[in-house]
């Protein structure tokens, strides 16, 4: 069975930091594409990062310059660095592996930002 489970969530202020750690099993991670999406209140969910097997990454314009995803296939934990916070970054944020037509999801972790 699939588990992905995030944590790093929390409350900070513009302009601040926090990094999100997603640790999966029942997978072969080394192997699939993982991904950081996002849902706002009353917005759909949105890719924010994506990393492939061999380390190739892809970002939302919205967050170039300020996120960075990683992953470390030892530990099966894909992260997201979160840098220069805005408001607009307030949303739950879900980790996925496997693309956004799979079914594997993690319960999501909140991200609030104050201005």
């Known amino acids: 069975q699939v588990q992905l489970v995030e944590s790093g969530g929390g409350l900070v202020q513009a302009g601040g930091s926090l990094r999100l750690s997603c640790a999966a099993s029942?997978?072969?991670?080394?192997?699939?594409?993982m991904g950081w999406y996002r849902q706002a209140p009353g917005k759909q969910r949105e890719l924010v990062a994506a990393?492939?097997?061999?380390?190739?990454?892809n970002y939302a314009e919205s967050v170039k310059g300020r996120f960075t995803i990683s992953r470390d296939n030892a530990k099966n934990t894909v992260y997201l660095q979160m840098n220069s916070l805005k408001p607009e970054d307030t949303a739950v944020y879900y980790c996925?592996?496997?693309?956004?037509?799979?079914?594997?999801w993690g319960q999501g972790t909140q991200v609030t930002v104050s201005s």
């Open positions: 996925n592996a496997g693309g956004a037509l799979s079914r594997n």
């Open positions: 990393i492939g097997s061999g380390g190739i990454t």
């Open positions: 029942g997978i072969f991670f080394t192997f699939n594409v």
